[in-house]
């Protein structure tokens, strides 16, 4: 049985309004443009009217999750653990890819420890939600406990309703995590039924020997833990990660609290599944930032019915594709609220419109 928090926020979690939608669209195709001619930017549009009842953003936040992970020792990584923390300091001083493109959206950027191997001690700016110094090694056996898996997620859901209580009309999700795509992976395998080896990547740029040794970690953790697909905490708890716990509660308690999340890339993703897993309307809510250059990215994204709004060949995390997706959102609440009817703007309607 989930715990109360989580079944409170799973039992909140409601349809959109549909008939919203339609009323947003209608509006839509009555603006002085063909039909449909804005292609995506008009589903964007409605989609965010329809979850939130707002045609504009007042505040947007992205959440960068950070852990560490004791699968890191089977050399599944190019990088070295320790630029888990060294990262969070650079998100910490702005230095960062998704500071740079959160200034360039407009969105805060909110830096989570939900489990990295460092004391940081008290700094300004850094939400603390440690649940322990890294992850266990899913190789030798779970990588967290039920309990863990639940102290994430709940992290996660606290986020989110806090942010819905500040005002925050959309949350974007992010990762950092030395080792984090090899969970992510696992995540991918296990849900999909796919073998490990059509759903795992080079994550930081590992060489082919390296690329082959991450697989068959993949698949020894996966045979020793037997995650069941069937139970997302389940999975969560033995080949997932702290970060990708608080990106799935995110994810939960934005659904719940009726705000749209804009989903960022390979390990975000592991976290959105896991959240849809969990309640088949949560994909409502989501807004797949941009397709990964990972491969098991796609196949994430196409069991939670999503497509990605950008294509750009990224693969960095951080939640650098989350920013760049929020410019195109509030880009479509901009032509909602000011391209004129025609009528308002006495321009002669085509036949077919």
């Known amino acids: 049985m989930p715990s109360p928090t989580l079944a409170r926020t799973l039992a909140s979690i409601r349809p959109v309004d549909l008939d919203r939608m339609a009323a947003v669209q209608a509006r839509m195709d009555r603006q002085t443009k063909p039909r449909g001619s804005l292609g995506r ?46 990262m969070v300091y650079n998100f910490l001083a702005g230095g960062a890819g998704v500071n740079a493109l959160a200034r360039h959206a407009g969105a805060e950027v909110r830096v989570v420890d939900m489990g990295v191997d460092h004391d940081f001690g008290e700094l300004p700016g850094l939400i603390h939600r440690k649940i322990a110094r890294g992850t266990a090694n899913l190789r030798r056996g779970p990588a967290m ?21 500040a005002g925050v009309d959309l949350l974007g999700t992010g990762d950092m995590g030395i080792a984090n795509t090899t969970p992510s992976a696992a995540i991918a395998a296990v849900f999909s039924g796919l ?32 995650p069941n697909p069937q139970n997302p905490l389940d999975v969560l708890a033995k080949v997932g990660g702290f970060e990708i716990g608080g990106i799935a509660g995110l994810v939960l308690g934005g659904a719940a609290r009726s705000i749209p999340v804009v989903v960022d890339g390979f390990i975000s993703t592991a976290g959105a599944l896991i959240a849809c897993e969990m309640h088949p309307q949560v994909r409502e809510y989501i807004f797949a930032a941009h397709r990964s250059v990972e491969v098991g990215h796609a196949v994430m994204l196409e069991r939670m019915a999503q497509q990605p709004i ?40 085509g036949r077919d419109q």
Do not use: C, W
């Not at 309990?147 to 992290?155: F, K, N, S």
């Not at 080896?197 to 991450?214: A, F, W």
């Not at 880009?331 to 321009?347: K, S, Y």
């Open 195 to 226: 073998p490990p080896t059509q759903v795992t990547h080079r994550g930081t740029g590992i060489d082919d020997q390296s690329l082959l040794r991450k697989i068959a970690v993949i698949e020894e953790g996966i045979a020793i833990n037997a």
């Open 310 to 349: 950008l294509d750009l060949q990224m693969r960095l995390g951080e939640g650098t594709g989350a920013a760049l997706a929020m410019s195109l959102i509030e880009a479509a609440l901009r032509g909602l609220r000011e391209i004129q009817t025609f009528d308002q703007a006495g321009v002669t309607q």
């Open 41 to 86: 930017l008009e589903e964007f549009a409605r989609r965010f009217v329809a979850i939130t009842g707002r045609e504009d953003i007042r505040r947007k936040e992205i959440y960068t999750f950070a852990g560490d992970h004791g699968v890191a020792a089977e050399g599944v990584s190019a990088f070295p653990p320790e630029v888990t923390p060294q």
């Open 145 to 165: 406990t039920r309990d863990q898996a639940i102290e994430a997620l709940e992290a996660g859901i606290a986020l989110a309703n806090a942010a819905a209580d």
